[in-house]
Nanobody, 125 residues
Framework: QVQLVESGGGLVQVGGSLRLSCAAS????????TGWFRQAPGKEREFVAA????????AYANSVKDRFTISRDNAKNTVYLQMNSLKPEDTAVYYC??????????????????WGQGTQVTISS
């Protein structure tokens, strides 16, 4: 069992920045591929960013590329999502997820084993 706790969400104006954190339980966090997804009201959950277990590979949705950065600190069992140049369409609940096996990056929800409870991000115009 892996528990994930997201934090860092909130209300920010267009063009602002936020950094989301996801803290994981367990002693083998460094072996978990990790991803961020988001879900806006009335829409399906969509991929945002992913990072491989050691942090050597990353992947981003086209909509956030060059604005968002995913990173991880395995010593702290934490993955981050730095979000810059935020837009109203970035408004959503953001979820982190981990996959217990594999060394790549994974971009679909079904590839992940555990999820956090989500943190709300609201961009005001």
């Amino acid at each position: 069992q892996v528990q994930l706790v997201e934090s860092g969400g909130g209300l920010v104006q267009v063009g602002g920045s936020l950094r989301l954190s996801c803290a994981a339980s367990g002693r083998t966090f460094s072996s978990y591929a990790t991803g961020w997804f988001r879900q806006a009201p009335g829409k399906e959950r969509e991929f945002v960013a992913a990072i491989s277990p050691k942090g050597s590979n990353t992947a981003y949705a086209n909509s956030v590329k060059d604005r968002f950065t995913i990173s991880r600190d395995n010593a702290k069992n934490t993955v981050y999502l730095q979000m810059n140049s935020l837009k109203p369409e970035d408004t959503a609940v953001y979820y982190c997820a981990v996959r217990l096996s594999g060394s790549n990056v994974y971009t679909t929800p079904l590839e992940y084993d555990y999820w956090g409870q989500g943190t709300q991000v609201t961009i005001s115009s």
